[in-house]
């Protein structure tokens, strides 16, 4: 199965800065049951919301996973990687050292199209007011976020969203030239 994940921090994680916190993360995903195919470059974005912090480098990944790997066990192992560099999970959309976000798992929709609809149609007060309890896939604000789409685009820009039925180049054409302008190359 292939999975695409996406990566943020945006506060050091003791001596190591965001952008080598994403690298080192990248090192810890190899395990039995997972491999890293592909890894974006980093990119720079304002933080979001807007304002609310230093700015985030980004990345995406290409996972390769064993069959018998559950979405589940995957994104326990993708958080097990966040805990060994500092993640804790007190605020929502709040600052971190390492954010790791299991955005697709092959076209696999979880967890069923009407419970995923529910999630990625909240309004942005809802967004920012819960969280499910459950596994959404795909990730329910992929398709509104330029720190993640771009990096994405480096390196699967054929993905096609199983319920949009647009790829993550078409998706990211839809999103304003503004928002895609914040996210840059980091240098």
Request: hydrophobic residues 50%; glycine residues 4%; aromatic residues 6%.
């Amino acid at each position: 199965m292939r999975a695409l994940i996406a990566f943020g921090a945006n506060l050091p994680f003791g001596a190591s800065l965001p952008a080598q916190t994403i690298a080192d993360a990248v090192a810890c995903l190899d395990a039995r049951a997972v491999n890293v195919k592909a890894c974006s470059r980093l990119f720079k974005t304002p933080c979001f919301p807007k304002g609310a912090g230093p700015d985030y480098v980004n990345a995406a990944a290409v996972l390769e996973v064993s069959a018998d790997m559950t979405p589940f066990a995957l994104l326990q192992h993708l958080h097990a990687v966040e805990a060994r560099f500092g993640r804790s999970r007190n605020t929502r959309w709040g600052m971190r050292t390492l954010d790791i976000d299991l955005l697709a798992l092959d076209s696999l929709v979880l967890p069923d199209p009407a419970g995923q609809a529910h999630w990625r149609d909240l309004s942005p007060d809802d967004q920012a007011r819960l969280s499910p309890d459950e596994l959404i896939l795909p990730h329910p604000r992929l398709q509104d976020r330029a720190f993640v789409l771009v990096p994405l685009a480096d390196i699967a820009p054929d993905w096609v969203h199983p319920i949009l039925q647009r790829s993550v180049v078409q998706m990211l054409e839809a999103l304003s030239a503004k928002d895609r302008a914040e996210v840059r190359v980091f240098a």
